[in-house]
């Protein structure tokens, strides 16, 4: 498996809670993605990177935030957490076109 | 925009036997990327194959193959001699040979293998 780690794996919490789910890789990787996948569905981008201090908003509009600070650390932070954001979120790294390599996920359910 | 479909939501097969998962995707873009990818239950997504679209050779990877056409938009996957260890959700996704490397990922297909 890659060496790509997502803290916590799973999560549960009150409303109006900041969280921050962590997402690390020790491959070097540049590109950094973050993915959001309801039960059974496909994975939608939220949020990218093509390196440090390089972020993108991805196809699926999400009121979360990214940071870009280390190669290796891509933690996305909701500030105020809402049954909506109940979900699943998978972070995902790649050097290269051919592959991406995925994270446990992060299974989130918001109260 | 570009779309991926997946039209089976759920796939049946014995163990040993073949089974073929559908998958067709829109596109204007002339070169780009075709993947499988695997997601077992409470465990990490996987790469199972993918094709380059500029190649007319289907990919091939041990029991795992595809069927690319092109002009048709699809990219079937075809299991051989499955294995319970093939029980998973398969995603299939798209991305484009230039610019953004973001992939678009279709539904999904939940593959049961009965024994």
């Known amino acids: 498996e890659a060496d790509i780690y997502q803290t916590p794996r799973y999560l549960v919490i009150g409303t109006g809670k900041k969280i921050t789910l962590e997402c690390s890789q020790t491959m070097g990787h540049d590109k950094m993605y973050w993915y959001q996948q309801d039960p059974g569905m496909e994975l939608h981008l939220i949020h990218y990177?093509?390196?440090?201090?390089?972020?993108e908003k991805g196809d699926l509009s999400s009121e979360s935030t990214v940071s870009r600070i280390r190669t290796e650390h891509f933690p996305l932070t909701l500030e105020s957490a809402r049954p909506s954001h109940t979900s699943q979120y998978l972070c995902?790294?790649?050097?290269?076109?051919?592959?991406?390599?995925f994270g446990p996920g992060t299974r989130l359910t918001v109260t | 925009a570009q779309t991926v479909t997946q039209s089976q939501p759920e796939m049946s097969v014995q163990e040993a036997e073949t089974v073929t998962l559908s998958c067709t995707y829109d596109?204007?873009?002339?070169?780009?990327?075709l993947f499988w990818y695997k997601q077992p239950p409470s465990r990490q997504m996987i790469l199972v194959i993918r094709?380059?679209?500029?190649?007319?050779q289907n990919a091939t990877e041990n029991r795992f193959s595809v069927n690319f056409q092109k002009a048709a938009k699809s990219f079937s996957l075809k299991i051989s001699d499955s294995q319970l260890g093939d029980a998973a959700m398969y995603f299939c996704?798209?991305?484009?040979?230039?610019?953004?490397?973001?992939?678009?990922f279709g539904q999904g297909t939940r593959l049961t293998i009965n024994p």
């Open positions: 996704a798209y991305r484009r040979s230039r610019g953004a490397q973001k992939l678009v």
């Open positions: 596109t204007s873009e002339s070169d780009y990327y």
């Open positions: 990177s093509y390196g440090v201090n390089s972020t």
């Open positions: 995902a790294s790649s050097d290269n076109p051919l592959e991406q390599y």
């Open positions: 094709q380059e679209a500029y190649k007319q």
